[in-house]
């Protein structure tokens, strides 16, 4: 059967976007100026979802597939060594990375060594890879213990891919040190189409833009992957998610992702394989399709992942010299449910406090005093990211705190070399009155220790480019977290509210992907 689903704006929530702390002087969106640069993108009407449960995928007439299986489904079977699997199946499967932590590594290790023996060594020294990414720059002891757990465990095993870091006054004097663990896997090279990829780290799903299967893991399991190689695993029924038509210019992945979230639910994809498709994602660079498959794990998913394409390859070149498979979801597989996106009639959208599928349409909050705004993580700072925030804030002025948090070394080394109209990233920021960027890390993203960059330490609202705005998520527990695009929060920091960016900026009838807003070189 299927049905139509209604997703236009939502009801008021019981939130009142009460600021808190000092007033802080911001001019009204209605009262700004746009920048002249284009016409306008116009607004855009209620956007709708066509879903239908379940079904087989159809195929052309005459094709014959002996066992139709999903994206996901094949990468297990490949796995599995077997020939087919189907949702449901229980199947022990071949690890090809496992990635850890300074947060979750310790407690790997513990369980490693025992079930498996002080003097054990891991299953492959070149398949495991550590990056000490989440409380890094910061005075508290046992989070620098942590980083002193791995080393000595790197050493004591001869693991290759440590990015590790002991200066911690100078990230630079480190070159070794990468930052945010899931950006920095693709960037080395550690994330390639048909592989399997565990991580202990919820949003290890973030891979799974390059078409592999990629799904995060508790110290226990990564323990025994750690001494095996290998893990037990139910292989997840897939969702597909087919966004076609014209992305309008002022739409990011971040608004695309929340709005999926927000139509299913925080457990609307529980331990379900989230495949996304169509038009719009073959269009998307693979930053873009990144921040898609981060938070599938916010809708519950097992996974999220993308089918590997040209892109994906020309991404890939240089960095990984290892061979790998490229697998496509056949045509008669059967997908647990199937949700179509016409992508013209989507707006800009935050997620309100205190859920990742609160969603309004960012218009709608319009009268939401903020206290500052975040720009960073796994999520929301990558080049791309720090590109579009550019975009809306040059020329401008911030009104409220804005703090910026480079994903990786690479991405902080972007800020400093990329330009824009002949202007560098930093100075863009800089000359807008944002707080200079900070040491690559997660920072707040997770809270962590007091003297974390950025910290929610009062029960501030905050506008963030992230993941998650439960209670407590960035540091205080009273603290208001709306989850947004980069265009979303930058328009924010200019006017103290959370802001529908075509209210701050005059963007293109016709889209301008993030990653083409650099000058040329």
Not at 69 to 77: Q, R, Y
Not at 449 to 465: H, M, Q
Request: hydrophobic fraction near 40%; aromatic fraction near 8%.
């Amino acid at each position: 059967m299927a049905f139509v689903a209604g997703l236009g704006p939502v009801g008021t929530s019981a939130f009142t976007g009460q600021r808190v702390g000092a007033a802080a002087t911001c001019p009204s969106a209605a009262g700004l100026a746009l920048p002249s640069r284009h016409a306008s993108g116009g607004g855009a009407g209620a956007a709708k979802a066509v879903i239908s449960t379940p079904r087989p995928a159809s195929t052309a007439p005459g094709v014959k597939i002996a066992t139709p299986m999903t994206l996901t489904e094949k990468i297990l079977a490949k796995a599995a060594e077997r020939s087919s699997v189907r949702p449901g199946d229980n199947i022990w499967v071949n690890t090809d990375v496992l990635m850890t932590h300074d947060v979750c590594g310790p407690g790997t290790i513990g369980v490693f060594k025992r079930e498996f023996g002080e003097d054990a060594k891991v299953w492959d020294t070149e398949k495991v890879v550590i990056i000490p990414d989440h409380y890094i720059f910061t005075e508290d002891v046992r989070a620098n213990r942590n980083v002193d757990i791995l080393r000595d465990f790197v050493n004591e095993q001869g693991i290759k891919y440590f990015y590790d870091i002991t200066d911690r006054s100078n990230y630079k004097a480190n070159p070794d040190y990468k930052g945010v663990c899931h950006v920095a896997l693709a960037q080395e090279g550690h994330t390639r189409p048909g592989e399997v990829l565990f991580g202990t780290d919820s949003h290890t799903c973030n891979a799974g833009a390059f078409g592999q299967f990629a799904t995060g893991i508790g110290n226990t399991d990564a323990g025994f992957v750690m001494g095996t190689g290998k893990l037990l695993l139910k292989v997840p029924a897939t969702m597909r998610f087919v966004l076609n038509g014209v992305l309008p210019d002022y739409i990011m992945a971040k608004d695309l992702i929340l709005q999926i979230i927000g139509d299913i639910g925080t457990a609307g994809a529980t331990y379900r394989a989230m495949e996304f498709s169509g038009d719009v994602i073959d269009a998307l660079s693979m930053e873009e399709r990144q921040t898609l498959c981060n938070m599938a794990i916010e809708a519950g998913g097992k996974n999220g992942l993308i089918a590997a394409d040209a892109t994906t390859e020309a991404f890939l070149s240089g960095r990984t010299d290892r061979p790998y498979e490229i697998f496509h979801t056949d045509g008669k597989a059967t997908t647990y449910a199937e949700y179509t996106y016409d992508a013209a009639t989507l707006e800009p959208v935050v997620a309100k406090p205190h859920s990742p599928d609160n969603k309004d349409l960012a218009r709608n909050c319009a009268d939401t005093r903020i206290d500052r705004v975040y720009i960073g993580s796994c999520t929301g700072g990558k080049t791309e990211d720090f590109l579009a925030a550019a975009r809306i804030l040059q020329g401008r002025k911030v009104c409220v705190p804005t703090f910026l948090v480079p994903a990786t070394a690479k991405v902080a080394a972007d800020l400093q070399t990329l330009t824009m109209n002949g202007e560098t990233l930093t100075s863009i920021f800089r000359n807008a009155g944002c707080i200079d960027p900070a040491a690559p890390s997660c920072a707040a993203c997770l809270g962590g220790p007091k003297d974390t960059f950025a910290r929610i330490n009062e029960p501030l609202v905050c506008v963030s480019t992230t993941n998650r705005n439960y209670p407590g998520r960035q540091g205080h527990s009273e603290g208001q977290i709306f989850l947004a695009s980069p265009y979303t929060a930058a328009a924010s920091a200019i006017t103290g509210k959370v802001t529908d960016p075509r209210k701050v900026y005059d963007f293109n009838d016709v889209r301008r992907p993030s990653e083409t807003l650099a000058d040329k070189v």
